[in-house]
């Protein structure tokens, strides 16, 4: 094994926009002690509408980015960008880009999660268009757990109304009731939805206001920083490259002022944010 005596790999949480601060959070509270660069490609979100083609690219030049600033490990903190891009990055361009880098998703680990909780074992996925027509959850869980139902639903307005800071006022009400009363009209047997996008955590207060009694509501937070500890206890190659300084950066893609403001939406206190440009 190759130890570093002055590690200074950090650790980079990517996300479409500011919908991975709450993974991100989850993380550095977990992990304080690691030094990690968060990128938002906040000027092309929202992404859960785009093409496979698209979303893949996208996150491409972000992962190469981050390994610019020097990253050994990126997380995709957007469930899009795992559901459309992560396998072929890890299987594709990482050999050709960095062997020794890592990319990992935040669908696995929320998978892997739900079995202990469902009694019913008909599960409701809560995504974006690109997540639910992508059937990544479907997969997965039907690959990880074959006994359990898995049902989608497209969730198109969640992330507007959470970008735009629309998420507390009345009018996000109606468009959180009608999927909710959807999926579970589909399938009444549900009784654990999953949160798949990153941006729905802030709607949680609204959502549980339209759920019956009995169906529990899983955010993948708290969930993807246990299983990056985890792979990080399994992999000290990886834990050696790492800086421990408890540093953080924050880069996006739109203005720096726009991003430093609604961040402090996400994480309850203020950050400076820097704009990049990435291609
Ligand atoms: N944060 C992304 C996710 O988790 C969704 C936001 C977007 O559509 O860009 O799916």
Known sequence: MTTHP??????GIFDSGYGGLTIFDKIAQA???YNYIYLGDNARAPYGTRSFEVVYRFTRQ?????????CQLVILACNTASAKALRTIQQRDLPLMDPTRRVLG?????????????????????????????????????KMFPYMTVTGEACPMWVPLV????FDSPGADYFIRQHIEHILAVDPAI????????HYPLLIRKIRRYLPEGVALFAQGERVAESLKDYLARHPEMDSRLGKQSTRRFLTTESAGRFSESASLFLSRPIEAEQIVIS
């Open 6 to 11: 002055h590690p200074s790999g950090l650790i």
């Open 163 to 166: 970008e735009n800071n629309e």
């Open 62 to 70: 972000a992962v190469g980015r981050l390994f610019e600033e020097g």
């Open 31 to 33: 992990m304080p002690q």
């Open 106 to 142: 935040v669908i696995r680990p929320t998978v892997e999660a739900i079995d202990s909780i469902s009694r019913t074992k008909h599960i409701g996925v809560l995504g974006t268009s690109g997540t639910i027509s992508s059937l990544s959850y479907t997969i997965e869980i039907e």
């Open 191 to 198: 009784d654990t939805l999953i949160l798949g996008c990153t």
